[in-house]
């Protein structure tokens, strides 16, 4: 328990690091990945990010937000735990409902609650989980987390890169129009969430090679704006091979670079992107 006594708390959509999340205690509450047959998971419980894969040739499953008991029960807990307030992270609300339940359950509860719009999705939403942990073990006083957090959101970038957009469309995470340019000449879209949290495309890339390289380019745009900066890598099962070659290319371009840190997809996140996904974030330090 931190100094001032402040709880995080954030969902499994952020990929917050495990060992982050266990020494700093930061509490997630998982997503819920759903199959036809009525059989219901926890993201990063009771199902793996290779369990997902396996079974996504057979069906491409549906994922719900965490309820509003679930939310409520964690801040409960960390309450009886002996934190004195709480600040939730969590993952774009226009991806999906979770910070809206987050503020419900919060505005119903007699107890301090603050939550944050990462306006992100994946390892970049998870820095700034990072950095609300970091601000308060620095004791930055409680009234100010709120603001503060949304300004590191704003100067948090994510893109990513996936080989087939089917995933993406069938979840309903992009429309019809860049799934149809994804569909034609072999044109592989680098996405970005734009300033409200909706995915968009950031670039048209012909071929998958091109796609990485148009990613690095972006990327490197963004962090070449700050001082310093914290670089985030993530990659599926199927990509992890090119993790490597891709943090050369990004330290290659960019001399600010405070830190780079490596993730792999969660469960949940995999259902909307398939196995073929490659991201890249920065993050002003």
């Given at each position: 328990?931190?100094?001032?006594?402040?709880?995080v708390i954030?969902?499994?959509?952020?990929?917050?690091?495990?060992t982050?999340?266990?020494?700093?205690d930061?509490?997630?509450?998982?997503l819920?990945i759903?199959?036809s047959?009525?059989?219901?998971f926890?993201?990063?419980?009771d199902i793996?990010?290779?369990e997902?894969?396996?079974?996504l040739?057979?069906?491409?499953?549906?994922?719900?937000?965490?309820?509003?008991?679930?939310?409520?029960a964690t801040?409960?807990q960390a309450?009886?735990?002996?934190?004195?307030?709480a600040v939730?992270?969590t993952?774009a609300?226009a991806l999906?409902?979770?910070?809206?339940?987050?503020h419900?359950?919060?505005?119903?509860m007699?107890f301090?609650?603050?939550?944050?719009?990462?306006k992100?999705?994946?390892?970049?939403a998870?820095?700034?989980?990072?950095?609300?942990?970091?601000?308060?073990?620095?004791?930055?006083?409680y009234?100010?987390?709120g603001?503060r957090?949304?300004?590191?959101?704003?100067?948090?970038?994510?893109?990513?890169?996936?080989?087939?957009l089917?995933?993406?469309?069938?979840?309903?995470r992009?429309?019809?129009h860049?799934?149809?340019i994804?569909?034609?000449?072999?044109?592989?879209?680098?996405?970005?969430?734009?300033?409200?949290?909706y995915?968009v495309m950031a670039?048209?890339?012909?071929?998958w090679?091109?796609?990485?390289s148009?990613m690095?380019?972006?990327?490197?745009e963004k962090?070449?704006r700050?001082?310093?900066?914290?670089?985030?890598?993530?990659?599926?099962?199927?990509?992890?091979?090119?993790?490597?070659?891709?943090?050369?290319?990004?330290?290659?371009?960019v001399?600010?670079?405070a830190?780079?840190?490596?993730?792999?997809?969660?469960?949940?996140?995999?259902?909307?992107?398939?196995?073929?996904?490659?991201?890249?974030?920065?993050?002003?330090?």
């Amino acid at each position: 328990m931190n100094d001032q006594r402040i709880a995080v708390i954030t969902d499994s959509g952020t990929d917050v690091d495990a060992t982050f999340a266990r020494v700093h205690d930061v509490r997630v509450v998982p997503l819920r990945i759903i199959y036809s047959d009525g059989s219901t998971f926890q993201s990063g419980v009771d199902i793996s990010p290779d369990e997902v894969v396996r079974r996504l040739a057979e069906e491409i499953p549906t994922t719900s937000l965490p309820s509003p008991k679930q939310i409520q029960a964690t801040i409960e807990q960390a309450r009886d735990d002996g934190y004195q307030s709480a600040v939730v992270v969590t993952i774009a609300s226009a991806l999906s409902a979770t910070n809206q339940t987050a503020h419900m359950v919060a505005e119903s509860m007699d107890f301090p609650v603050t939550v944050v719009d990462t306006k992100s999705i994946g390892m970049m939403a998870g820095f700034v989980v990072e950095r609300a942990v970091e601000m308060i073990e620095a004791g930055v006083p409680y009234e100010e987390l709120g603001d503060r957090l949304a300004d590191v959101a704003e100067k948090t970038d994510v893109f990513f890169a996936v080989k087939s957009l089917e995933y993406l469309y069938k979840g309903g995470r992009i429309n019809k129009h860049i799934y149809r340019i994804g569909s034609m000449l072999n044109i592989k879209p680098v996405l970005t969430c734009d300033e409200g949290g909706y995915y968009v495309m950031a670039k048209k890339a012909r071929g998958w090679e091109k796609a990485l390289s148009t990613m690095v380019e972006l990327c490197a745009e963004k962090a070449g704006r700050y001082e310093r900066c914290h670089i985030g890598l993530c990659a599926s099962i199927n990509t992890k091979d090119l993790l490597d070659d891709l943090e050369a290319r990004i330290r290659e371009k960019v001399p600010n670079v405070a830190s780079v840190q490596r993730y792999e997809l969660s469960a949940d996140l995999l259902v909307h992107t398939g196995p073929d996904l490659v991201g890249m974030g920065a993050q002003e330090a």
